[in-house]
């Protein structure tokens, strides 16, 4: 059985960081691109960052190019996102997605999902 399991949100202060963790199950890690996305509050759901299968080639929103770090451990069969300096705006529910091999930040790209972890960034 295919499953997505996110952790690690939180609440955190402007500048702080915070690492979520997308935990995969019932098929092979590395064989699929992986994004996260996020909704906040009456916002559409958005891309924030993908990691290609194969070679790991990863991708970035604009507004979080610089700060967020997605990366891939096939081990563990989990996929991180580290979020440095971190906004108010970044404020959102985070989601996990297995997307296929060219699958970039679309979400319609996408089709299995995780259920989601909060992150929520204020002082």
């Known amino acids: 059985q295919v499953q997505l399991v996110e952790s690690g949100g939180g609440l955190v202060q402007p500048g702080g960081s915070l690492r979520l963790s997308c935990a995969a199950s019932g098929f092979t890690l590395n064989y699929y691109a992986i994004g996260w996305f996020r909704q906040a509050p009456g916002k559409e759901r958005e891309g924030v960052s993908c990691i290609s299968s194969g070679d790991g080639s990863t991708y970035y929103a604009d507004s979080v190019k610089g700060r967020f770090t997605i990366s891939r451990d096939n081990a563990k069969k989990t996929v991180f996102l580290h979020m440095d300096s971190l906004k108010p705006d970044d404020t959102a529910v985070y989601y996990c997605?297995?997307?296929?091999?060219?699958?970039?930040?679309?979400?319609?790209?996408?089709?299995?999902w995780g259920q989601g972890t909060q992150v929520t960034v204020s002082s």
């Open positions: 997605a297995i997307g296929s091999q060219g699958s970039r930040l679309g979400i319609y790209e996408y089709n299995y």
